[in-house]
C-alpha cells in the first residue's frame, strides 16, 4: 500500500511554507492583451492605476518575474492558518463507490473562513505601507469583504465595504462578521454614491451586482487621496497571491507520491481557481504532469462557456479600465443565485487568455445541482461547503462516478475555497425544496452584450 492510500489528512510545516507567489504569464505560449485606458485606448502605465493602488501592487500586476517573494510580514500574519490541510475525501469516495482518489485543498480555516485572506492580508500591508489610512471594496458573498475587514485590522486601516444587495439581504451574519472585525458595510447600489443612485433611480429595487458594487467603491476611493481600493478577484497581483494554495498542494501531493489527473475549481472572477491551477499548469507546461484542468462557473452566470471575449469595464458605470476578457457585459444584472461570489460579469483576463489559449476546460452548473453535491460532501466529509465551491464539488462528484463507469482510477484535486457557516439560509432552502434553477438564454446574453464598448481590432 503507497502513502497515498494510507493518507486522509496531508499537513505541511510552518517551515515547508511556500515563500514565494507564482506568475503564470513567464511561462504562457503568448503574453496576454494588454489593459487599455478608456479613453485613449492605449496600454494603461503604472500612473493610470496610481490613484486606487499602491506601487508594490501595480508593479506586481506588471510583472515580468516569475516568482514574487512573500514579506515577511504578511507571512507572520499566513501563520495563523498557513499551510493549510489537504484532505482526501475517503468518505465521499466511498459513499460514491468510485476508483477515483479525491483530493480537496481546504482554505475554510482561514480566519474569514475562505481563501480569501491569500490575498487582502498583502493588499492590506502594501497599502499600509505606502501610508494609506482607508480601503473600499465590494463583496458579494461577503467572504472576500470579511477577509477584507480582518486584513485592515491587522494593519491598522479603516474599512468600508459595499455589499451586492441580494447577497446583503441573503446572508445577514456576515454583515455582523464583517462589523466584528471592524469594517463598515452599505448595500449596494446604495444612496452614497453618484453610481448607487444613478441605478436605484432607475430601478429601486435593484438586487445589486459585483460590478455595481465595484463602480461605488472605486467612486469613493478615486475622491478621496488617503483612500485606496482594493479588489478581492479578477486582477494579475490577486491571481498572484493566491498561488500559494496550489504551490503548497504540490507540495503536499508530493509527500504522498499522488499527481493529479483532473483539477477542478470553481470559477467567478478566477481568483480560487488560478490559485490551485496555476502552479499545476506550470508543471503541465514544463511536461512533468499532464493533468486536465476544469473550471467549473454559475449557469446564471457562465462568462466563460456563454460570454464572449472581447473588451470591456470590469464595473457597471465604465469607471475602470478595458480589460479583455470573458465576459456578459459590463450591464450584465445576474440572477440571484445563493453563490454570491460567482455572480461577476466577467473572467479575470488572465483566465480568459489561459483559456482562450486551450490550457483549461470550462463546464457551467446549476444551484440544484451543486447544493445536491453540497450535501452529499457535508454527509460524508463533515464540512458544510460555502455555494461557491459546491460547484466544483459537482464536477467531482460528475467526474468521480465516469470513474465507477469506466473503472479508472484518476486522482482528482479540488479547492474547498470556504465553509458554508454563514449560507446556511441557502441550505435550508434546498433541504425544504424551495431553490429554483436559473439557465442564461443565448437572448438574455444577446442583450446582455450589446452594451460592450467599442474597441478597434
Not at 506568475?23 to 496576454?32: A, G, K, Q, T, W
Not at 465521499?92 to 468510485?98: F, H, N, Q, S, V
Not at 472581447?310 to 440571484?336: C, N, R, S
Not at 488572465?350 to 445536491?372: D, W
Request: glycine share 8%; with cysteine; charged share 20%.
Amino acid at each position: 500500500m503507497t502513502d497515498a492510500d494510507n493518507a486522509t489528512k496531508i499537513l505541511l510545516s510552518e517551515s515547508e511554507m511556500p515563500r514565494r507567489w507564482y506568475n503564470i504569464v513567464p511561462d504562457l505560449p503568448s503574453p496576454p492583451p494588454p489593459v487599455l485606458h478608456p479613453g485613449t485606448l492605449q496600454p494603461i502605465g503604472p500612473d493610470d492605476l496610481a490613484p486606487l493602488f499602491p506601487m508594490a501592487l501595480i508593479e506586481q500586476e506588471m510583472t515580468a518575474e516569475r516568482y514574487v517573494d512573500i514579506p515577511e510580514e504578511v507571512l507572520d500574519v499566513y501563520r495563523l492558518w498557513r499551510p493549510s490541510p489537504l484532505f482526501r475525501a475517503r468518505r465521499l469516495e466511498k459513499a460514491l463507490g468510485t476508483p477515483a482518489k479525491i483530493y480537496y485543498k481546504y482554505e475554510g480555516v482561514s480566519p474569514a473562513g475562505s481563501h480569501k485572506p491569500n490575498t487582502a492580508v498583502p493588499q492590506a500591508f502594501y497599502n499600509a505601507a505606502a501610508g494609506v489610512r482607508r480601503l473600499t471594496t465590494e463583496t458579494g458573498a461577503g467572504q472576500w469583504g470579511t477577509a477584507l475587514a480582518f486584513a485592515a485590522a491587522q494593519f491598522g486601516l479603516e474599512c468600508e465595504i459595499w455589499q451586492v444587495r441580494a447577497s446583503y439581504d441573503q446572508k445577514p451574519y456576515r454583515k455582523i462578521m464583517i462589523e466584528t472585525f471592524g469594517a463598515t458595510v452599505h448595500p449596494s447600489p446604495s444612496e452614497l454614491t453618484e453610481a448607487g443612485r444613478a441605478i436605484l433611480a432607475t430601478d429601486p429595487g435593484s438586487p445589486g451586482s459585483l460590478g455595481i458594487a465595484i463602480s461605488e467603491a472605486v467612486e469613493v476611493a478615486a475622491h478621496h487621496p488617503d483612500t485606496h481600493y482594493a479588489l478581492g478577484s479578477v486582477l494579475n497581483h490577486v491571481l498572484l497571491h493566491q498561488t500559494i494554495i496550489g504551490e503548497e498542494a504540490l507540495l503536499q501531493l508530493a509527500k504522498v507520491g499522488a499527481a493529479p489527473d483532473v483539477i477542478v475549481g470553481c470559477t467567478g472572477g478566477g481568483s480560487n481557481f488560478a490559485g490551485l491551477a496555476f502552479p499545476f499548469l506550470r508543471e503541465k507546461l514544463a511536461g512533468r504532469m499532464s493533468p486536465t484542468i476544469r473550471a467549473v462557473e454559475p449557469a446564471s452566470c457562465p462568462s466563460l462557456t456563454k460570454g464572449t471575449y472581447a473588451y470591456d469595464f470590469g464595473d457597471t458605470a465604465g469607471m475602470t479600465p478595458l480589460m479583455k476578457m470573458h465576459t456578459l457585459g459590463h450591464d450584465f444584472i445576474p440572477h440571484p443565485i445563493h453563490a454570491g461570489g460567482l455572480r461577476y460579469h466577467g473572467m479575470s483576463p488572465l483566465l480568459s487568455h489561459v483559456y482562450e489559449l486551450g490550457l483549461i476546460e470550462a463546464v457551467a452548473k446549476t444551484q440544484r445541482e451543486c447544493f445536491e453535491a453540497g450535501v452529499r460532501f457535508a454527509r460524508s466529509e463533515g464540512i458544510i461547503p460555502a455555494p461557491e465551491p459546491t460547484h466544483a464539488l459537482a464536477a467531482c462528484v460528475e467526474e468521480a462516478l465516469r470513474c465507477k463507469e469506466t473503472g479508472e482510477e484518476k486522482v482528482i484535486l479540488t479547492a474547498l475555497c470556504g465553509h458554508g457557516h454563514l449560507d446556511l439560509p441557502a441550505y435550508g432552502r434546498f433541504l425544504a425544496n424551495d431553490m429554483e434553477d436559473h439557465e442564461l438564454s443565448e437572448q438574455a446574453v444577446k442583450a446582455a452584450l450589446a452594451g460592450l464598448p467599442s474597441v478597434p481590432a
